[in-house]
């Protein structure tokens, strides 16, 4: 039985994200969740590892707050839980996530499989999926829509902007998902207590032969502002709802639209 | 450090490409795996167009080579274009050279010793802005930047035998049906979302679309929960991004996700009944009511305006 493991990442909700007077962002009150398409990509390892016998593990590279992540990511079905712990997760960059990714994959070995989303809800920066695949020097299918593993090979359909292409690639391999390829059901009350009692093992950025040094950003960050759409923000106060509608025409008049 | 080389599968998205890379002043390479679109490519801006003649059609499959060569020729900047392939190819390679990359660049200027880019993040909440000084990978999205045709200029084309990565085959395309939708290039966009209650209702959107010759759209959880409309109906992240003249919204709460992807629009008009849902901050004209009645009132109006 070899591993097929679900990378996902612990991110701020961006639901709770709030901007100050001066646009910058504060994240300090907003909760923690499982990015949102990484529970596809934890979907698809359990699916699969159903059809060949073999055994989805999740992995995450997360500070201390990523800790609480593991019991949620076990109800989603997989057998074991894989954490690398460390604060240096907080800033890292694509760079620095699928180096410490790759290493741990490394570590944990005996994989056939490595599962990721297209991106995470936070950066969406779409790096990590392939960015592990060129530090392991495997091939990677992104923008998977569905998969088949037939041996030593898996079948891949993938979504490109004009066409849907099906490629045959050699494990192990990693596969970047679309959210589209399937629908991760809530963990129901029986799962939650079962993953409570799955094995969990943490490990540290110098069990993986890495250091703070080696994560550092390749970039110089700048800023991390509110981005501000300009809009009227005007709200029709017309009292009925056939004068609301009379203004909106009227405005729409006057912008030229119509 | 020197040199700004560019890619894109997609032939528009290449030339932008080096009409921006043109601006640094610094000596630009235009990489190809196609003589003809190296032919097409010379008058954008390039000095060079290398044309890599390898064993696959798939560019991905090209991710190591470009990186062996890009640190071999001490490149500044790796510009690719952000379509499926391209970011496939990008993040590879920026993995393979362990260089910083920068997925879809809002912006990218060229300043005295550095680059300064800027990228949405949060579903377009926020905006990074970051320095460049060493050989990094920017993906840049289209409809960013123009290509602009530059006679005077005409780049060398010269071509290189490669080896592509063997280990993932194409066994077979097909193209998309599109089911009549091209919302990226509509000039009006009527959206629905988690608002409307049942799915015949979708006739209210239906009726308002044909009196303003738009096209429907839709929220992630209109296609992708409830199936409503296909998926290739659904604006925002991971979604459509749509840039007409009119978006108007019923029952779309504004969630982050989804306004990333109506940014570009000229105006936006909302309608829900949530005087606190977040569409409101992001469009032009808001109207608080119940869309079951708003709509057909506008579908009306407009019919005799």
Known sequence: MAKIIACYKWVADEADLRINADMSVDLSKAKGKISDYDKNAIEAAVQVAKGTGDTAVTLTFGSGKAKQSLKDALSRGPAEGFWINSGSAEKADGAASSKVLAAAIKEMGDYKLILCAEGASDTFARQVGPGIAARLDIPCVSSATGFEVNGNTVTVSRKLEDCVEVVAADLPVVVCVLPEINQPPIPGLKAVLDAGKKPTRELRLEDLGLSETDLAAKTELQGFEAYVMNRKNVILSGDSAADKVKELVANLKKEGII | ?305
């Open chain 2, 1 to 305: 450090m020197s040199g700004i080389y560019v890619y894109s599968d997609n032939f528009g998205l290449s030339a932008a490409l080096l009409s921006l890379a043109a601006q640094s002043g610094e000596e630009v390479c235009a990489i190809t795996l196609d003589q003809d679109q190296a032919d097409e490519l010379v008058n954008y801006g390039a000095d060079r167009l290398l044309v890599l003649k390898g064993d696959s059609p798939r560019p991905e499959s090209y991710a190591k080579v470009i990186a062996e060569l890009l640190k071999k020729e001490n490149a500044e900047l790796f510009l690719v274009g952000s379509t499926a392939r391209g970011r496939e190819l990008a993040a590879k390679t920026a993995g393979y050279l362990d260089c910083g990359m920068v997925s879809d660049a809002a912006s990218l200027v060229f300043e005295v010793g550095k680059i300064v880019t800027t990228r949405l993040m949060y579903g377009g909440s926020v905006v990074q802005t970051e320095i460049i000084n060493s050989l990094t990978v920017v993906t840049v999205p289209v409809g960013k930047f123009e290509a602009a045709k530059n006679e005077s200029k005409k780049g060398v084309i010269s071509s290189l035998e490669v080896k592509a990565d063997q280990r993932v085959n194409i066994i077979e395309t097909s193209p998309i049906k599109k089911e009549g939708i091209d919302l990226a290039a509509a000039d009006k966009v009527v959206c629905i979302g988690m608002g409307l209650d049942k799915p015949e209702d979708i006739q209210i959107a239906q009726d308002l679309a044909q009196v303003l010759g738009a096209e429907i759209g839709c929220t992630r959880g209109i296609a992708e929960e409830r199936h409503w409309l296909p998926v290739q109906s659904y604006i925002g992240i991971s979604g459509a991004n749509v840039k007409p003249s009119l978006y108007i919204s019923m029952g779309v709460s504004g969630q982050v996700q989804h306004v990333v992807g109506i940014r570009d629009s000229r105006i936006i008009a909302a309608v829900d009944s949530n005087d606190k849902a977040p569409i409101f901050k992001a469009a032009d004209y808001g109207i608080v009511g119940d869309l079951y009645e708003i709509i057909p009132l506008l579908t009306e109006a407009l019919r005799n305006a």
